[in-house]
């Protein structure tokens, strides 16, 4: 978490983020000596009665199991098959009546059947707003909070207490009325709707005894209105394409792996006259959009991140040296490093490059006791060369400075130093030759 970049500054806006639930995960665990999953059974689950599972393998063994869809437009196809890996953030799987234990449990103050599992107080603090969340876009609902692990703003002048949740292929919403011993939760195995928000409503319309709202006829309003608009943001974003333009590499010079501390690696290959990409799983071929900027297809009924934008950036000599790509909406590129590639990598053309070569001042290339490469100009000191690309190295402790061998596949021939303020090439002399062609 410590290489994401902050889209707010701390404590000033409210956002939701399942990479703190998974850290308190990871908490519970190191703190009890337990796993996460068992802590929850046998704090939580157990002395409520509750069946709970936690992965995909045991919801899919369950008698009676959902299964879930996912919807494309007007297009119902079956959910993807996604193993759930979030556990602390939401990865609880269990049935609408387990839920309502669950519900009991918070209208009665952390007492349920008799049995007091929670404090009290305990209960009420959870209850209780911390942070300010926003304005709702519905005449009927106040301004939400969050508290601890749920949400809360008031319905036509009810307190309602709140948490939605779900998978790909599922989506609930659990919602309390502590003021009025009210709990509804609706459960639906399709991805992200707004079913569980109108049937919720309309139930507590109901049992409130008011004249319900049509929330059914509202959101298919909007439902409606985001399809017929779909179209027109596709043609949007044709119309933004820059056409006519090429890419100014050859598509070989763009393969190769870019890391990023927090994202991980993401691949690059030149394959039957087109560049395929991957990245944790997932794997698609890229279209040149315009510039130096590639784009995924989108591909229905897959997981992908349909149409990203992939742009390679270079450096001031025009090689290749990082790609980025919009992964989050609120902070600008994520940009992967690209990772060594080449015959800088290997060990046998390293041994190659070692010797002498003769320029404006004499260099000295050796190699340290890992089979590193270290240059030592005349009258200075000795710098760590790091493999780059190709046949480049970065030079360790010069930011902006690399030092490149070039020569035929068996021999190396010149050094060449590239420095921000100029390009300067040495000829290797010929009675270190010999010598570096031995080790």
Not at 296 to 320: A, W
């Amino acid at each position: 978490m410590r290489y994401l970049e902050l889209s707010r500054d701390m404590r000033t806006h409210w956002q939701y983020s399942n990479l703190g639930y998974n850290a308190l995960g990871l908490l519970i665990a190191r703190v009890s000596g337990h796993s996460y999953e068992s802590f929850i059974r046998k704090r939580f689950a157990d002395p409520l009665g509750m069946t709970v599972s936690f992965s995909l393998d045991e919801l899919e063994a369950t008698e009676g199991a959902a299964r879930c869809y996912m919807i494309d437009g007007d297009t119902r196809l079956p959910g993807l098959r996604l193993p759930i890996r979030t556990m602390a953030a939401g990865a609880i799987n269990t049935s609408a009546a387990d839920l309502a234990k669950w519900m009991r449990l918070h209208l009665g103050k952390g007492e349920i059947d008799g049995k007091r599992l929670l404090p009290a107080a305990v209960t009420t603090e959870i209850l209780v707003p911390r942070v300010h969340v926003g304005a709702s876009e519905h005449a009927e609902f106040g301004h939400g909070h969050y508290c601890l692990g749920f949400q809360t703003n008031t319905y036509r002048g009810d307190r309602l207490v709140w948490h939605g949740g779900g998978w790909n292929g599922w989506g609930h919403l659990m919602t309390l009325m502590p003021d009025h011993g009210i709990g509804v939760v609706v459960l639906t195995n399709r991805s992200a709707s707004q079913v569980p928000p109108a049937l919720t409503w309309s139930i507590i319309d109901r049992l409130r005894g008011r004249e319900a709202v049509d929330w059914r006829a509202r959101f298919r309003k909007q439902r409606d209105d985001f399809i017929a608009h779909m179209q027109a943001d596709k043609d949007a974003r044709e119309a933004s394409r820059h056409k006519g333009t090429h890419p100014a590499h050859t598509l070989a010079a763009y393969a190769g792996d870019y890391e990023h501390p927090a994202y991980g690696v993401m691949s690059i290959e030149e394959r039957d006259g087109a560049l395929q990409w991957s990245w944790r799983g997932m794997a698609a071929p890229l279209a040149h959009r315009h510039y130096e900027t590639f784009e995924l297809p989108e591909i229905v009924g897959r997981l992908l991140p349909d149409r990203l934008s992939i742009t390679f950036l270079t450096d001031r000599d025009g090689n290749i040296v990082s790609l980025s790509a919009p992964l989050e909406q609120l902070v600008k590129d994520i940009v992967f490093a690209r990772l060594a590639g080449g015959e800088c990598t290997d060990a046998a053309f390293r041994a190659r490059c070692v010797g002498r070569f003769k320029g404006a001042v004499t260099h000295h290339i050796t190699r340290d006791p890992e089979g590193q490469l270290v240059w030592k100009g005349d009258y200075q000191p000795a710098y760590r060369l790091a493999p780059l690309q190709g046949r480049r190295f970065r030079v360790v402790e010069l930011e902006g400075f690399a030092v490149e061998f070039r020569g035929d596949a068996s021999t190396v021939t010149e050094m060449v130093l590239h420095q921000p303020y100029g390009t300067f090439i040495a000829a290797r002399v010929d009675d270190d030759a010999a010598t570096a062609q031995q080790q």
